[in-house]
């Protein structure tokens, strides 16, 4: 079972910035991606940006230009500067391992994210 730890979220004030991290329990590399979701209180959750394993990000258009997804050999990471109060929810780490013909996905357990006006 993959385990996916995430820290570093807060309360900023809007136009600050975080840095989330994403720590699995496995080699980063053996996932075919690995994402940042989020979900706000009554919404459903939604994809803010994803790293596929030959490293190539894509955004969610409404964090574009202002979020970064990165990785290094240890953890994925998600810079976020320009925060504004629409950006707080809870911040999710996820992966996709191709595991024989399965795609299995994991999820950590989420970190908060909360950005006043």
């Known amino acids: 079972q993959v385990q996916l730890a995430e820290s570093g979220g807060g309360l900023v004030q809007a136009g600050g910035s975080l840095r989330l991290s994403c720590a699995p329990s496995r080699s980063i590399f053996s996932f075919a991606s690995m994402a940042w979701y989020r979900q706000a209180p009554d919404k459903k959750r939604e994809l803010v940006a994803r790293?596929?394993?030959?490293?190539i990000p894509s955004y969610a258009d409404s964090v574009k230009g202002r979020f970064i997804i990165s990785r290094d050999t240890a953890m994925m990471y998600l810079q976020m500067s320009g925060l504004k109060p629409d950006d707080t929810a809870v911040y999710y780490c996820h992966s996709e391992a191709i595991e024989g013909p399965n795609s299995v996905l994991y999820w950590g357990q989420g970190t908060q994210v909360t950005v006043s006006s």
């Open positions: 790293i596929t394993r030959g490293g």
